[in-house]
C-alpha cells in the first residue's frame, strides 16, 4: 500500500492555502472599499470570489485524494480541470466587466442574470462530463471483463 502522509499533508497544504487566499481576499475587498463607496452587490461578489476559489483550491485538494482519484477516468480529470479553470476566468471577466462599466450598467439584474446564466452553463457543462465518466468507467469495466 502506498503511504499516504504525503497525500494527507499535501492537503493540509492545500486547505491552509485556500484558507489564507480567502482571508486576504476578504480584508481586500474591506480594506479597498469605504463602506459608503460599496455598491448593491459588493457582499455577492466577494462571497462569489470566496467560491472561485474554493473550486480553484478543492480541484487541487482532490489530487491528494486517492479514493476520488480512483472514481474518475485518467483522461477526464484535465477536462474537469480545464472546466473550472475556464468557469473561474469567465466569471472573473464578468465581475472586472461589471465593476468597470458599473457607471453605465447601474442594474444589479443584469450581473446576477450573468452569473446566473454562466453559472448553469457550467454546470450542464459539468454534469455532461460527470455522465461521460459514468458511460466510460462502464465501458472500462466491460473491456477489462473480455479479456
Known amino acids: ?8 499533508t499535501g492537503l493540509l497544504i492545500t486547505i491552509g492555502l485556500f ?5 486576504v481576499t476578504i480584508w481586500l475587498f474591506h480594506y479597498l472599499t469605504e463602506p459608503q463607496n460599496r455598491s448593491e452587490t459588493f457582499v455577492f461578489t466577494l ?3 470566496c467560491f472561485l476559489e474554493f473550486l480553484s483550491f478543492g480541484y487541487f485538494a482532490t489530487l491528494m485524494i486517492p479514493n476520488f482519484r480512483k472514481g474518475i477516468v485518467g483522461a477526464l480529470y484535465p ?9 473561474v476566468a469567465v466569471s472573473l471577466v464578468v465581475i472586472v466587466l461589471y465593476n468597470i462599466l458599473y457607471v453605465f450598467i ?15 452553463l457550467f454546470l450542464i457543462l459539468l454534469g455532461s462530463i460527470i455522465v461521460l465518466n459514468a458511460y466510460k468507467k462502464v465501458e472500462d469495466t466491460i473491456i477489462e471483463n473480455e479479456r
Open 1 to 8: 500500500m502506498a503511504n499516504q502522509e504525503p497525500s494527507r
Open 19 to 23: 484558507v489564507i487566499t480567502c482571508l
Open 47 to 49: 462571497i462569489f470570489v
Open 79 to 87: 477536462v474537469i480541470g480545464v472546466t473550472i479553470g475556464l468557469y
Open 106 to 120: 447601474n442594474s444589479p439584474k443584469v450581473y446576477f442574470t450573468a452569473v446566473t446564466v454562466e453559472s448553469v
